[in-house]
């Protein structure tokens, strides 16, 4: 007998279960379901986002532009840090469980439906759900973040896309995409249309070139935004004022509501993608109002007076992470409390952290879940580095707990590390304040 799937709980529950009984498709397997579901949101405006870091900075900065605009938009993007159904934003609001099962039921109808054995991965599952929502409430733009990777990422067998953006390259998930950067580049660049204008940092000059030629071959529009185009960057306590230039405009002041400076890259692009579009309703004084308007969790957040939360889950992040600290003015002592995940490449993550010199005390703890790095190897990797106090803990209560109380007046606090550590602290404040 089928299961009916009654609650939105049994929904997650069956989601979380797929990686045991599921691989992934070929994407003729995922075309096929989209066109089964009849291809919901294929008519939309599309803007299709893929890089290493800062997707889901850029979506959320392109987001907050399209409402301040008033034009309704969807959402979807990934992981989650709570809830599963942080992926799916409707003009700025997060979905209701009852939107959520009723998109995961209409998935899994068609599924039954489908004559193939080929059953969705939990990716796919989630980004044909959010096409589903989108369709629903008839959003005129959807700003669409692939999974991992672009050529073969789920989101790309949507053919129509009115822009594309590539966010920085680096070195994550090398055992699909590649080994190198120009490999990744490859990777990620596969989600360009001809036709279709496509806007990336320019400061690599290996991804440069490799971004160049995937346009020139598909016949893809370039829009690349070079160091030169942001200028007169000014840091303040909590905001960065910077200015950009616009493809129609010369120089434009804009302010990010963060101390994030990897931030401003973020913003530059969604701006210049923004602008590409060409629609009226997206002008100047909407985009600056917008864009400082704009907030992703989990990105140099500060979750308690001078504590910040930044998910910096690569080499390419905890170096953008470092810099940022740099720039921060700390009258006492630097707090770091850290923990990731095994697949990530954390020996040269701990060299990075403890030969900065930024830090006076480095927390370390375990994650939960079947991805952690055991404590006992996550200390290993900090061990043969001196020159700060070293503590470990076996729950992140207990540390988060040791490490307010060891923070003093004119300390700055940093939790860093993996997605899911952000997500794990999230869930403890919100537990500690419902309590």
Same mark, same amino acid.
């Given at each position: @007998? ?37 291809? =919901? ?33 969807? @959402? ?37 439906? @489908?004559?193939?054995? *080929? ?17 629903? !409430? ?15 990422? *789920? ?38 249309? =001809? ?16 971004? #160049? ?15 030169? *185009? ?74 308690? =007076? ?45 060299? @990075? ?20 790095? =055991? ?21 992140? #209560? #207990?540390?988060? *707990? ?17 997605? !899911? ?15």
């Amino acid at each position: @007998m089928e299961e009916t799937f009654e609650t939105y709980g049994a929904a997650v529950d069956y989601i979380n279960a797929t990686p045991k009984f599921t691989t992934k498709n070929s994407r003729e397997d995922t075309a096929r379901l989209w066109e089964r579901l009849g291809y =919901p949101a294929k008519n939309r405006k599309i803007l299709h986002i893929a890089g290493t870091n800062g997707k889901g900075s850029v979506c959320a900065y392109l987001c907050a532009v399209l409402r301040r605009a008033g034009i309704s938009c969807g @959402m979807f993007t990934s992981p989650h840090l709570v809830t599963m159904r942080e992926r799916f934003v409707i003009n700025g609001e997060m979905v209701s469980e009852e939107d959520f099962l009723y998109a995961f039921r209409e998935v899994m109808k068609s599924v039954r439906e @489908m004559e193939v054995s *080929a059953h969705p991965t939990f990716f796919e599952l989630l980004f044909f759900m959010a096409m589903v929502l989108f369709e629903k !409430y008839g959003v005129e733009y959807v700003v669409l973040e692939t999974g991992l990777g672009g050529r073969l990422d *789920a989101t790309n067998v949507v053919e129509e896309k009115k822009l594309c953006i590539l966010t920085s390259i680096g070195y994550d998930h090398m055992e699909y995409l590649g080994e190198t950067l120009p490999q990744i580049a490859w990777e990620k660049a596969g989600i360009m249309r =001809p036709g279709v204008p496509v806007v990336y940092p320019d400061r690599q000059a290996e991804v440069t070139r490799v971004i #160049e030629e995937c346009a020139k071959k598909c016949g893809a529009k370039t829009f690349p935004v070079g160091k030169a *185009a942001i200028k007169e960057v000014k840091i303040r306590h909590k905001t960065i004022d910077f200015s950009l230039h616009l493809l129609y405009y010369d120089y434009i002041g804009f302010t990010v509501s963060t101390s994030a400076l990897y931030q401003v890259e973020n913003a530059s692009l969604a701006a210049s993608a923004l602008t590409l579009l060409q629609d009226g309703r997206i002008t100047v004084p909407v985009m600056q109002e917008g864009i400082r308007e704009a907030f992703w969790e989990g990105r140099m957040e500060e979750i308690l =007076p001078s504590v910040y939360l930044d998910g910096a889950h690569n080499t390419d992040g905890i170096q953008a992470f470092l810099e940022t600290v740099r720039q921060h003015p700390c009258t006492g002592r630097r707090l770091l409390l850290y923990s990731t995940v095994r697949d990530k490449q954390y020996a040269r993550t701990a060299a @990075m952290l403890a030969q900065a010199g930024l830090f006076d005390e480095i927390c370390l703890v375990a994650l939960q879940g079947e991805r952690a790095l =055991p404590l006992a190897q996550l200390t290993d990797s900090f061990r043969q580095y001196t020159g700060f106090d070293r503590k470990t803990y076996e729950t992140l #209560e #207990e540390a988060f *707990a040791e490490l307010l109380l060891h923070k003093n007046d004119g300390d700055e606090a940093y939790i860093v590390g993996s997605l !899911y550590l952000v997500g794990e602290v999230k869930a403890l404040l919100r537990r500690q304040n419902d309590d």
